[in-house]
């Protein structure tokens, strides 16, 4: 048992770099070998583990690849959380400086609107009088033509026109 340990930890099966677990699974294909080296010599159990190396039987094979394929799910599911909480992080910057656009948004959406205002409001209003004056002023002019040419030629009507 002894040397098969060694030559299992012997091989390249522990590798980081291929991302392989850190233990190696050793069958022992018989359960009562498994039960004899159990109860003989304990410590080839404890010399098997300090190289990473865990002994299994039949009977066993199943409960340890089971908990094999937990810790891979539980593994895959802290990673996935991780991801999670690193994308959120990311979101949640995101978002403020999205809020934070959107706000300059709406102040300037606010200033333009507002200038708009004026313009409609205060300057139409400025033109409007202008216009005014002018229309009066082009009103009188007409007035006065009429007036001249009244003058001109019946004199007493201007008299009317004065009352």
């Avoid at 102040?107 to 229309?135: C, E, F, I, P, W």
Wanted: net charge negative; aromatic share 8%; hydrophobic share 35%.
């Amino acid at each position: 048992m002894r040397k098969r340990i060694k030559e299992v930890t012997g091989k390249d099966y522990i590798n980081s770099e291929q991302n392989t677990l850190d233990y190696v699974l050793l069958f022992i294909p018989s359960e009562p070998i498994y039960r004899f080296v159990l109860n003989e010599d304990e410590k080839v159990f404890h010399e098997a583990l300090s190289n990473r190396v865990v002994l299994c039987s039949p009977l066993t094979l199943y409960s340890i690849v089971q908990v094999i394929r937990q810790a891979t799910r539980n593994y895959r599911v802290e990673k996935n959380s991780r991801e999670i909480l690193n994308l959120l992080g990311n979101f949640t910057k995101r978002w403020a400086k999205y809020v934070e656009e959107m706000d300059k948004m709406g102040k300037s959406l606010d200033a333009a609107r507002t200038h708009y205002d004026n313009m409609l409001g205060t300057r139409t209003r400025m033109l409007q009088v202008q216009m005014d004056k002018a229309q009066r002023l082009l009103v009188q002019t007409a007035k006065d033509d009429e007036t001249v040419g009244i003058i001109e030629s019946e004199p007493e009507l201007v008299e009317e026109l004065d009352d």
